[in-house]
């Protein structure tokens, strides 16, 4: 029944998103709420972080801010998710001509979708996609991924207010001293996954970029990571050299399925396969993974996944 309900939420969000035929829609409606004339290099990202309620994480011209869902107690196959796994909800904040592009990916409870969905556009906000990430999940958890063009304190103050409308915690917590260990092989996982993975509370994230660029309404999505463009693989250890893993492969049509059948060959389940945007090139779908096993077996099962991709190694 839960994955029932999951495809039900999937299929409204995308017909809500189209409004239900083929015809074209002009987002130009949902962006007249932010129309500015400030230049993108006069932001006060002081104030955005004041609306925010936190700091940011800077890489390039990007400003990303993390919404993790630490008031949440989520538990799968006997795990208990840390935040940075898979309740790690963010909104980046991209210039854009005179003012800036937001994305974002927000994590919500069930009954927090329609609440957070009718705050949000009527804010202005695009909703792009709602669906789930995870299977088994309790309590089950959902994804709304967001979208806005405009005046950026007027858009951080449409997410603040939409968050609002759910548990989610507005004011930022105090980082954890000292920080979880890792107790993994991370030298060997970067070895075998080809990148340099993080640790982030308690969790060892990887990014792995693609090849190609990637465009959302003719605007490049770079840097790719804090944008949510590339693939994301999370390691958290379970003890005695395991893992729970989870992420997202971002893929080309013609990856899709080559990648479900090298996870699947090597035991990694596939959770969910979904786009997280309206507009991008080249088209993109997202895949969602779990499993608990040893890492580094984890690892070799990812590779394999990833060589069907055309991404970046090393």
């Known amino acids: 029944m839960r994955h029932t309900i999951s495809a039900l939420i999937g299929v409204g969000a995308c017909l809500f998103a189209t409004g239900g035929s083929a015809q ?29 309620g936190r700091k940011p994480a800077v890489t390039g011209d990007v400003h990303r801010y993390g919404f993790p ?5 989520v538990t799968l196959d006997g795990i208990t998710i840390k935040p940075a796994l898979a309740l790690g909800g963010w909104v980046a904040f991209k210039p854009m001509h005179d003012d800036v592009m937001a994305m974002g990916d927000l994590v919500l409870l069930e009954s927090e979708i329609n609440p957070v969905m009718l705050k949000m556009i009527g804010s202005g906000l695009q909703i792009t ?6 299977l088994g999940a309790s309590p089950a958890t959902f994804y709304m ?4 063009h405009g005046d950026p304190v007027k858009i951080a103050a449409a997410i603040r207010d939409g968050l609002a409308e759910s548990k989610t915690p507005l004011k930022a917590a105090a980082p954890a001293a000292p920080p979880p260990t890792i107790d993994l092989d991370t030298e060997q996982l970067d070895q075998i996954i080809g990148v340099k993975g993080q640790a982030n509370g308690g ?7 693609r090849r190609d660029p990637i465009t959302e309404q003719g605007m490049a999505l770079s840097p790719v990571g804090p944008m949510g463009v590339a693939i994301g693989i999370n390691f958290q250890p379970t003890g005695g050299g395991k893992a729970a893993i989870t992420g997202d492969f971002v893929l080309t049509n013609d990856e899709v399925n080559p990648v479900i059948m090298a996870l699947r060959t090597h035991g990694i389940d596939v959770t969910a396969l979904h786009s997280h945007m309206l507009n991008e090139q080249p088209r993109l779908f997202f895949m969602h993974f779990w499993a608990n096993d040893d890492a580094v077996k984890l690892a070799k099962g990812l590779r394999a996944a990833l060589d069907k991709t055309a991404t970046t190694k090393g």
Do not use: C, M
């Open 129 to 134: 996609a709602v669906h789930n990430h995870l």
């Open 24 to 52: 074209k829609i002009d987002w130009q409606v949902f962006a007249e709420p932010f129309v500015s004339s400030a230049h993108a290099q006069a932001i006060d990202w002081q104030k955005v972080d004041d609306t925010l």
């Open 69 to 73: 869902r630490s008031d949440l107690t």
């Open 203 to 209: 969790v060892y994230q990887f990014n792995v970029p």
């Open 145 to 148: 991924h967001v979208a806005g």
